[in-house]
Structures are given as structure tokens and as C-alpha cells.
């Protein structure tokens, strides 16, 4: 369900299937994800998003070397550079090196040997979407924090106000003005939708400033082609 959610609002943002835009996914590590929005977005480019995977090389390090901090550090950094340097495979292949420096019988390796264990099981399934160094130079986004804050401040602090009900019709159509609003539009988007009202009365016609329908909202290129001023003198335009 979620899945067919995503695959239509592409579409319906212009990202049809068979589309040539380039398209990228961030996801989480979820195999299910992979697998369902692979098939939904075949042409798309995939990244597991590298804070989890940090996070996860963190709780491994913190295992093998206990309070020792420094030595926790040094380990990291090391594996973040190759990370980085999108060299995870080399990655996969040290964790599993250092797994056979551990004892099988020893219970003081217990705890070592399942984290490893863990960690090599959940990256190798994931090796395909950690190119970070190949995403990196193509300028894609590796983590989704970039996303999540666009979410909280684009969405969240507009929609997520106490006491505040939508319905998604309504808050689709908000969203579009905040958008306008965030992304110093908003001044021209008003003078053409003015020159719209004058247009419509000049031609005869009746301008309903509320309507149960939603207009169509203008894409840069019609208002570059409009060439209205943002500054000029805006009165209400008088039902007719």
C-alpha cells in the first residue's frame, strides 16, 4: 500500500514510469524497501542512508573495545573513511578478518563475535547501495536527514500546530503556497495570479476567487513569460 502510495505520487509530482529524469532514493536499510521500490523505480539509483550505518559501526566499536575511547575513535574513523571512499566491500572483508582473530569458545568473545556477525550480515545484503563515493561525485544525497528537516520546517511547522485537523486536499493545496512562500516566490506568484483576474474580467468573464476546484498553479516558465513585475501596485480585483 505505502509503495503503491509512493509510486503515484512520483507520477503525479512528474516522475512517470519509463521517465528520463534522474531519479535517487534514499532508504533506510529495510530490505523490503530495496526490493519493492526497485521494481516501482527501476531506472532510479538507491543509497543506504549512511547514518545508520555509522550508527551500527559505532555500537560494533563500543563492543569491541570497551571504555577505551580513543581506541573506539581510531577504529571508527578508519571504517568511515572506507565508507567514504566507497570502498564498503574492502570494509566487509576487514570485519570479516577481524571476526577470525576472535576465539569461537572464549565467553569473552561472545558478545564480539555476534556484533560482527550482525553488522557483516546486514552490509553485505546491502553492498549495491553503498557507493558513497560514486553518489558523492554525482552530487546525490547519501543520508535522509536532508529530507527529514525539509519535512519538519516545510511541513511540520506549518501543518503541525496544536489543535490543527487537515484533510489532504487542503493541506496539499497549503503546501503548495508555503513552497511558493519558502522559495522567495511569493511576490511574483501574486502578481500573476492578479494578471489572471484581470485577464479573466477584460475578457467578460466571472472571477470566483474561491473556487471548489483547484487552479492550476504556474510553472516558472509561464511566469518568466508573463513578464509581471513583483513590485507593481496590486488592488482587489471586483467580482463581476
Known amino acids: 500500500?505505502?509503495?503503491?502510495?509512493?509510486?503515484?505520487?512520483?507520477?503525479?509530482?512528474?516522475?512517470?514510469?519509463?521517465?528520463?529524469k534522474r531519479m535517487h532514493i534514499v532508504v533506510d536499510g529495510a530490505t523490503c524497501l530495496y526490493d519493492g521500490l526497485s521494481v516501482l523505480f527501476p531506472q532510479a539509483t538507491f543509497a543506504l542512508d549512511i547514518r545508520h550505518v555509522e550508527e551500527r559501526l559505532w555500537k560494533v566499536a563500543r563492543v569491541l573495545y570497551g571504555p577505551d575511547a580513543a581506541r573506539v575513535e581510531a577504529w571508527i574513523e578508519d571504517h568511515?573513511?572506507?565508507?567514504?571512499?566507497?570502498?564498503?566491500l574492502e570494509l566487509v572483508t576487514g570485519l570479516k578478518a577481524l571476526t577470525l582473530t576472535l576465539s569461537a569458545?572464549?565467553?569473552?568473545d561472545a558478545s564480539k563475535r555476534?556484533?560482527?556477525?550482525?553488522?557483516?550480515?546486514?552490509?553485505?545484503k546491502r553492498l549495491s547501495m553503498m557507493a558513497y563515493q560514486d553518489l558523492i561525485e554525482a552530487d546525490l544525497v547519501i543520508a535522509s536527514g536532508i529530507v527529514e528537516g525539509a519535512?519538519?520546517?516545510?511541513?511540520?511547522?506549518?501543518?503541525d500546530c496544536s489543535g490543527m485537523r487537515w484533510i489532504p486536499e487542503r493541506a496539499e493545496a497549503l503546501l503548495h503556497l508555503r513552497c511558493i512562500e519558502l522559495n522567495g516566490?511569493?511576490?511574483?506568484?501574486?502578481?500573476?495570479?492578479?494578471?489572471?483576474?484581470?485577464?479573466?474580467?477584460?475578457a467578460g468573464q466571472r472571477v470566483v476567487i474561491r473556487a471548489d476546484h483547484p487552479a492550476a498553479l504556474p510553472t516558472a516558465v509561464l511566469v518568466e513569460a508573463a513578464d509581471i513585475p513583483a513590485h507593481q501596485e496590486r488592488k482587489p480585483p471586483i467580482a463581476a
Open 105 to 108: 569458545r572464549a565467553k569473552r
Open 151 to 159: 519535512a519538519r520546517y516545510v511541513v511540520g511547522e506549518r501543518l
Open 80 to 88: 568511515r573513511e572506507l565508507l567514504y571512499t566507497g570502498r564498503a
Open 185 to 202: 516566490d511569493w511576490e511574483r506568484f501574486f502578481a500573476w495570479g492578479y494578471q489572471r483576474w484581470l485577464d479573466q474580467m477584460r
Open 1 to 20: 500500500m505505502m509503495l503503491a502510495w509512493a509510486r503515484a505520487q512520483a507520477t503525479k509530482r512528474g516522475f512517470p514510469p519509463g521517465t528520463d
Open 114 to 124: 555476534e556484533a560482527l556477525s550482525d553488522l557483516i550480515g546486514s552490509l553485505q
